[in-house]
């Protein structure tokens, strides 16, 4: 009788297991998105130019992510997102995103 319950319960086990490593995997990359935005609205706020931006903050952010800085008067905003596939190969995909946004120093153009 234990052994028909245990495979019963088993599946079960094995999506919960599947969902918390999904969660887990989600969790890390918005978390890379938001350290990466960061790291670009920082070097962006420095006054570095639009390639360095984009290649620091895709460098910190998850493989494949994509940047966008846009500078609005004394203000620089960096977009960072990254489509995300939490369980390896099976074709389930999500995008996580973080924005970032910073004051422009002083006598940077």
Avoid: N
Avoid at 13 to 23: C, D, E, I, K, Q
Avoid at 54 to 79: C, F, Y
């Amino acid at each position: 009788m234990v052994t028909a319950e245990t495979a019963v319960v088993l599946p079960v086990l094995l999506l919960v297991l599947a969902g918390a490593v999904a969660a887990v995997v989600l969790v890390g990359a918005q978390l890379r998105c938001v350290d990466a935005a960061r790291e670009g609205a920082r070097a962006a706020a420095r006054g570095e130019a639009a390639s360095v931006v984009a290649d620091l903050a895709g460098r910190a952010g998850p493989h494949g992510a994509a940047v966008s800085a846009v500078t609005a008067g004394d203000r620089v905003r960096v977009t960072v997102s990254a489509r995300v596939q939490p369980l390896g190969p099976l074709p389930l995909a999500l995008t996580v995103s973080a924005t970032a946004t910073a004051l422009v120093e002083p006598g940077t153009g």
